[in-house]
């Protein structure tokens, strides 16, 4: 997967169009006569950050400075978000998935939304199906982990602060688990989502050990077992006694007595509760008119009449008249009120009665059944029965959860067992390419600045895998971290090939000012003959010694004070 070429459309009008080729790709300021003019902020790296804004960045860093977020390029924020809009296409090509384009637009000011989103011309319904749509052209997949932006950084390195993190590329944001679903993810490891589920599955079973040890502190699932035989039976013996039958005469009358009377209070505390209800919503109805009568200001009530009266003679009635066929009204209201008031207390003061005698009622019936010996035989073995069937639930809850757990565990080692060969099965392959990128990374390295390094990999306390560089010699200067960089991406496109994995095979650097000559003259030989793509953005005097003809024939996009990207 390699880029074809980048488009800055204005309306119908195309302001830019960059086409790439194989191998190397230099974005450089123009040579001048004098050398005075600055090659800074012309708009090298922001051809770098709109083609990651065709792969998925909110595009933020094109106008805003990454240090100082406060601190933007007024002119090129107004020029992106003003009309006509601004569209910037990526146009990519791929022997195996074909040619694709990906087309943005930015947000229009006062407008929502997050500007037009088209992939081969159809537009997307939002941001995140169209980075899906891409990750899918890129990679082949639409997996959750690792997303296409945490992918990007690897291959749009768009600022030297990347630049010198060769693994680390997440910045402050990356985490353990997400380096490693990445770094996994690009050497070929594509079940990713395993480690997610291993991870999850370990903490589970941590849990549920804890808690079945917990279950099984005070008895052991076959002493329940046998208790619950043990109580079932001596329950079953319970339930066949006359005393729990109920086949006592006289305590099966009283009790279907008790019955009647507690079914007879509840349809009474029923009719109590509805009518309760009716006073309480009466009572509030005339505290309300009286409230709404009271607040009048009658003495200004009868100004404004009066005044009114001046202006219209048809007025039929004084004011003596209105107030009383006011007060009249409202009289009547409340007496009608009051007298459903007065009705509806009766009511709930014979309902009280009523209760109170079926109280005593049940009192006597109880207390006189207490007297008698039968009562206290049946009372003491449903008490027995009562307890026996509380401790039988008890133990039937605690022998469900012992099975639960155990099953859960059982569940969580079985699928944990599937994992962990999964896992392994991949460890054997990941060490097999990371072997093989390493031949070209190693040699690269000793080419550019005659030090040998390895990437490697291991396993950290909690299970993770963690990827790592090292070298044989002294600590890295901040010349070689961008060396070591430039020479892990381009080894890891030749890796790509080897290993026939169709990812992009194109990478964009920026910052490369602090590689020493020799070695920045290396990197540019070796990256013009390599199958893939170097987007390389640099400063002209930063490339001493390098051939004029060199850069001229690699140079796909020369930018100047008085012409810069956006041409402003």
Not at 96 to 102: A, D, E, T, Y
Not at 245 to 258: D, F, M
Not at 270 to 276: F, I
Not at 300 to 323: N, P, R, T
Request: with cysteine.
């Amino acid at each position: 997967m390699q880029l074809v070429s980048l488009t800055i459309k204005r309306g119908n009008q195309v302001m830019r169009e960059i086409m790439f080729k194989d191998g190397l790709n230099l974005i450089l300021d123009k040579p001048t006569v004098s050398g005075k003019q600055s090659g800074n902020n012309v708009g090298k790296t922001t051809v770098l950050r709109l083609i990651d804004f065709c792969i998925g960045s909110d595009g933020n860093e094109i106008w805003q400075d990454s240090e100082f977020k406060g601190s933007i390029n007024q002119d090129v924020f107004d020029l992106l978000h003003g009309t006509p809009a601004v569209f910037i296409s990526l146009k990519i090509s791929d022997k195996v998935r074909g040619s694709h384009s990906f087309c943005r637009s930015f947000k229009l000011k006062g407008r929502k939304g997050t500007g037009l989103l088209l992939i081969d011309d159809v537009p997307q319904d939002s941001i995140t199906t169209y980075r899906d749509e891409v990750k899918n052209i890129l990679f082949g997949t639409k997996s959750n982990k690792p997303s296409l932006r945490q992918l990007a950084p690897k291959f749009v390195r768009s600022s030297s602060a990347v630049m010198g993190k060769t693994l680390k590329f997440l910045g402050s944001f990356g985490s353990e688990v997400d380096y490693e679903a990445v770094h996994l993810f690009l050497f070929g490891f594509f079940n990713v989502g395993v480690l997610e589920e291993r991870a999850a599955l370990t903490d589970k079973r941590i849990v549920v050990a804890r808690d079945l040890l917990g279950a099984t502190r005070q008895r052991k699932e076959g002493e329940i077992e046998q208790l619950l035989l043990h109580l079932r039976r001596e329950i079953e013996e319970a339930q066949a006694t006359i005393q729990v039958r109920g086949e006592v005469p006289e305590i099966a009358a009283a009790a279907n007595s008790v019955s009647e009377i507690r079914a007879q209070a509840s349809e009474v505390g029923s009719t109590l509760g509805r009518v309760e209800g009716e006073i309480a919503s009466i009572s509030l109805a005339i505290a309300s008119l009286k409230h709404d009568y009271d607040n009048i200001d009658y003495v200004a009530v009868k100004s404004i009449y009066s005044e009114a009266g001046k202006y219209h003679e048809k007025l039929q009635h004084d004011w003596e008249d209105l107030s009383n066929f006011v007060a009249n009204l409202r009289g009547r209201k409340e007496r009608f009120l009051q007298q459903q008031l007065d009705e509806l207390n009766e009511k709930a003061a014979s309902a009280h009665q009523a209760l109170a005698r079926l109280q005593v009622q049940e009192e006597s019936l109880v207390a006189a059944l207490r007297q008698t010996r039968a009562f206290e035989v049946a009372l003491e073995a449903r008490a027995d029965l009562y307890e026996k069937l509380k401790q039988v639930g008890g133990l039937e809850e605690s022998l469900n959860a012992i099975q639960s757990l155990r099953a859960s565990l059982e569940d969580a080692d079985s699928k944990l067992d599937a994992t962990r060969t999964t896992v392994e099965d991949g460890k054997a392959q990941l060490t097999q390419r990371v072997s093989l990128f390493n031949e070209f990374f190693s040699s690269l390295s000793k080419e550019l600045y005659g030090e040998q390094y390895l990437l490697t990999f291991d396993e950290s306390k909690n299970g993770s895998i963690i990827f790592s560089l090292t070298s044989v010699g002294a600590n890295v200067g901040a010349g070689k971290k961008v060396s070591q960089t430039a020479a892990f991406d381009i080894a890891y496109i030749k890796f790509l090939r080897a290993a026939a994995i169709n990812f992009p095979t194109f990478v964009c650097h920026d910052g490369v000012e602090a590689i020493h000559g020799n070695q920045l003259s290396e990197l540019l030989t070796t990256a013009n003959g390599l199958d893939g793509q170097l987007v390389l953005a640099a400063i002209r005097d930063k490339l001493p010694g390098i051939n004029e003809t060199f850069l001229e024939e690699n140079t796909i996009l020369e930018l100047s004070q008085d012409d810069k990207l956006f041409r402003l």
